[in-house]
């Protein structure tokens, strides 16, 4: 699904260089839930930022879905975000103005769907994260994982193979943030959705089943997790 082959991305020119991603190679397949975690200034949302064509390489490789992204237009670049991918960021983004509903129906506007297919999207969506009982307030009546829910919705009414998460829960308590997670591992699990998310927290990386830490702009270790690790099974035999 995603193949980065000594991806650079550097920051400004002349002496004021600076280099933000190393050589990161990394394939993510169809289905995995990854967390990015590094100290701050380790280029993890540089790297999530490329992953989500919302910039490009500067050196190395990118693949995404058997696309090469080096070389492709803004227009086309758009195209493959409104494709395949569905963000979701720290701070929600939602309008404040308009309803969850609202909200969630935007990314389909942009995309030229009938309002009954539309509203049919919506409504799932929102099931899919709880929260068809919300769809008519607006976010500043939402609580923040509420708003988080919402922001969920938005990014998989348009059907993704890809969901892009950088620090989802920074903003939330950490009972609120188990709840978000909780939404990620089941649309991991029922959906075989990919999730690519960066994380501070270590308990939110556990939801998932692989890590990848960096460090100065390079991958220095990788977790592989596995939730059911047969312990006892092999023991006896
Ligand atoms: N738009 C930018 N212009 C210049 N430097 C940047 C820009 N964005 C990030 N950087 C630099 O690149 C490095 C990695 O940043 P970032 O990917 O945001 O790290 P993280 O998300 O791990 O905190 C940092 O040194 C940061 O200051
Ligand atoms: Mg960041």
Redesign the pocket.
């Known amino acids: 699904m995603i193949a980065l082959r000594d991806v650079e991305r550097v920051?400004?020119t002349g002496n004021l260089v600076?280099p933000?991603l190393r050589g990161v190679s990394l394939d993510i397949g169809a289905g995995e839930f990854v967390t990015i975690m590094?100290?701050?200034?380790?280029?993890?949302?540089?790297?999530l930022?490329i992953i989500g064509c919302l910039d490009l390489p500067t050196g190395g490789g990118y693949a995404l879905a058997g696309n090469d992204v080096e070389g492709m237009g803004d227009r086309e670049l758009a195209r493959i975000r409104n494709r395949l991918l569905g963000f979701v960021f720290q701070t929600f983004n939602l309008l404040p103005r308009i309803t969850a509903a609202q909200n969630v129906e935007l990314p389909l506007i942009y995309r030229g769907l009938g309002a009954f297919e539309r509203h049919r999207r919506v409504k799932s969506a929102l099931r899919d994260v709880g929260l068809e009982m919300r769809a008519n307030h607006r976010p500043p009546q939402l609580s923040g994982g509420e708003q988080q829910r919402v922001a969920i919705a938005r990014a998989l009414v348009g059907d993704p193979s890809v969901l892009l998460a950088?620090e989802p829960t920074g903003n939330l308590d950490s009972a609120t943030g188990e709840e978000i997670m909780a939404i990620f591992r089941r649309l991991n699990a029922q959906q075989n959705l990919t999730i690519i998310q960066?994380s501070h927290s270590s308990a939110a990386a556990y939801h998932g089943k692989r890590i990848v830490h960096?460090r100065d702009?390079m991958v220095i270790r990788e977790e592989m997790l596995s939730p059911a690790e047969p312990i006892l099974a092999s023991s006896g035999t």
């Open positions: 920051y400004g600076v933000a590094g100290p701050s200034g380790s280029g993890k949302s540089t790297l930022n950088d960066v960096l702009g």
